[in-house]
């Protein structure tokens, strides 16, 4: 090992930490309150879809748009995610099937 | 507070919750099987992954993790980046603060392993109304808690041996976030939220590059919503 059983472990709890932090904050902050500010009751039902974009656009961020095959894996294969989910509106079958087609095309076609 | 766990009720939250997570599942096959192999490979034994992913549990940090250690011991370091890199948590929890409230005993593991992957899946899955909500929210959570876990050992035990070409199946978290966030969208008081979020985001990755662009991102929400809260 790299480290120490004793370092080892303070990392690990350094790790945690930090990201216990930013988990909890909100709950810390807004605990025992029965009246949530308005702002925060607002913030509650604008940031799930604004964050889910966030999300989106952070999974894609490292895919290849100027150079090798321009992202065209990922396009085809978020098409099909889409215009399945439109179709079916099955969660498991639109996630399966554009996985499915985006292994073929980065496997055999790309 | 009830303080008694009702087996039968747990169970089925379980089942509901199940079929939410196994997107979570193939996603992580990838990712959580690297993360062993690369623990391996810098001398940690499975156990010790599976117990940096059962106290740390947050993917990318874990994997930030890796070649900070690598480069010496240095812990207020390490704590900042892990906040910093999981800064965005903070705002997960704001839409949550309802949905979490009767979660009893069980609210403190679910604020605990409250990731990307268990937010998103607790602000959009559709809870059946005969499921309670806490052994529902508690169930997404455990079981992909105990995916991590587990994935992330097996990649220590199997190390090199797999023979499976799995090149693109860590496409699955993708699939599921673009369903998620289509779900978001058909609601059509939700898409100015919807786009805000895209642009801002591709904007300030645009501009700040691919390693700090959630901060400035959530940040620049943060003051669109605020001077926006009367007209979105």
């Known amino acids: 090992m790299i480290l120490t059983v004793p370092q080892t472990l303070i990392i690990i709890g350094a790790i945690a930490l930090g990201t216990q932090i930013s988990r909890w904050l909100p709950f810390l902050a807004f605990s025992g309150k029965k009246e949530l500010p308005p702002f925060i009751v607002f913030l509650g039902r604008v940031l799930p879809p604004a964050l889910m974009g966030m999300i ?10 100027l150079t090798g095959n321009h992202g065209l894996p990922e396009l085809i294969a978020s098409a099909v995610v889409i215009l399945s989910y439109r179709w079916k509106k099955n969660f498991l079958i639109s996630v399966g099937g554009g996985t499915a087609v985006y292994m073929l095309l980065v496997q055999l076609v790309f | 507070m009830e303080k008694k766990i009702d ?3 747990m169970i089925a939250g379980f089942k509901a919750a199940f079929p939410y997570t196994i997107p979570v599942f193939f996603g992580w096959i990838f990712v959580g099987l690297t993360y062993g192999v690369l623990m391996s490979n810098i001398g940690f034994s499975p156990w010790w992954t599976m117990l940096f992913s ?44 309802e949905k979490y409230r009767d979660g009893g005993i069980f609210k403190p593991f679910m604020i605990y392993t409250l990731a990307d992957e268990q937010f998103s899946l607790a602000v959009t899955a559709k809870k059946p109304d005969d499921v309670e909500s806490k052994y529902f929210y508690f169930g997404i959570n455990a079981i992909c808690y105990s995916y991590w876990i587990i994935l992330s050992g097996l990649g220590g035990v ?12 860590d496409f699955a978290l993708n699939a599921m976030f673009i369903v998620l966030f289509l779900q978001h969208w058909e609601d059509k008081k939700n898409r100015p939220a919807c786009v805000i979020g895209i642009a801002v985001t591709l904007t300030s990755l645009i501009l700040f590059g691919s390693s700090i662009f959630l901060i400035p991102a959530l940040l620049s929400m943060l003051a669109i919503f605020w001077f926006g809260r009367e007209k979105l």
């Open chain 1, 56 to 65: 989106l656009v952070y999974c894609f961020k490292s895919t290849p748009i």
């Open chain 2, 7 to 9: 087996i039968k009720k």
């Open chain 2, 54 to 97: 059962a106290v740390a549990f947050c993917g990318s940090m874990q994997i930030a993790a890796i070649p900070m250690m690598v480069s010496g011991f240095d812990p207020a370091q390490m704590l900042l980046v892990s906040y910093l890199v999981n800064f965005r948590h903070t705002f997960y929890g704001v839409p949550l603060l």
């Open chain 2, 158 to 169: 199997l190390g090199g041996l797999l023979t499976f070409d799995s090149t693109g199946l």
